[in-house]
C-alpha cells in the first residue's frame, strides 16, 4: 500500500517533469487544442470552468496556433447530461466552423481523453487547454502516449470555487495514472 509520502512524491514527479511544458504562448502550429470536459449547468450552459477552457482554446483557434478543437467530456448518456454538446454549441456560437470541431463524448476522465486523442483521432501535436492543477497529469499523460510535441495552456482566469478539494483530488489522480500509464490502460470505449 502507498504511504501518504509516497503519493506526494509521485503527484510531484509529475510535476517536476511536466512544467516546462505549460505556456502561455505557444509557438508552432498544432494539430488541435484538446479541451478537456467540466461541469454543465443544468440549463445545458458551461460552468465558469468549461468556459475559461472553451475561451482559451478558442482563441488559440483563432490565432492560427491550432488547426481543429477536439472537444471531450461526458456525453455518454446525452439524454441525461451532455458537455460535448454544450461544448461544441459554446464554441460555434463564438465563430468556429462546425468543420473544425471534433467531439470526444467518452472522454470520461482525464486519461480516456487523453487516449483517445492520440489512439482514436490520430492527434499526434496537441496544446491541452485546463486549469493548470489538472495540466500537469494531462500533460504527462500525453507524453507517455506517445504524442511528438505537446504543451499545455492553462485556462485559469479566475479563482474557482472548491479548488481545495480539486487539488487534494488530483494528488490521487496522478498517481491513479501514473500506473495506468505503466500499463498503458485501455478505457473501454473505443468506438
Not at 51 to 79: A, F, H, M, Q
Not at 122 to 127: D, L
Not at 148 to 165: H, K, L, M
Request: aromatic share 8%; with cysteine.
Amino acid at each position: 500500500m502507498l504511504s501518504g509520502i509516497s503519493l506526494i512524491s509521485v503527484s510531484g514527479a509529475v510535476v517536476n517533469v511536466t512544467e516546462s511544458k505549460i505556456t502561455d504562448s505557444p509557438s508552432g502550429e498544432y494539430d488541435c487544442a484538446i479541451i478537456l470536459g467540466a461541469k454543465v449547468k443544468n440549463d445545458g450552459s458551461p460552468s465558469d470552468m468549461l468556459r475559461d477552457r472553451l475561451d482559451t482554446g478558442i482563441s488559440l483557434y483563432k490565432s492560427g496556433i491550432v488547426k481543429k478543437l477536439l472537444l471531450t467530456g461526458d456525453s455518454e448518456n446525452p439524454e441525461e447530461y451532455d458537455e460535448t454538446a454544450a461544448m461544441k454549441s459554446y464554441a460555434i456560437a463564438a465563430g468556429v466552423p462546425e468543420a473544425d470541431i471534433l467531439t470526444d463524448g467518452y472522454g470520461l476522465s482525464t486519461y480516456d481523453s487523453i487516449w483517445r486523442a492520440r489512439k482514436l483521432y490520430g492527434v499526434k501535436r496537441a496544446v491541452i487547454v485546463t486549469q493548470k492543477y489538472h495540466l500537469h497529469r494531462a500533460l504527462y499523460i500525453a507524453e507517455k502516449l506517445g504524442y511528438t510535441e505537446v504543451c499545455g495552456v492553462s485556462a485559469d482566469v479566475r479563482n474557482y470555487s472548491g479548488q481545495i478539494w480539486r487539488d487534494l483530488r488530483e494528488v490521487a489522480a496522478r498517481v491513479k495514472d501514473f500506473f495506468f500509464i505503466r500499463h498503458e490502460h485501455i478505457p473501454e470505449y473505443t468506438e
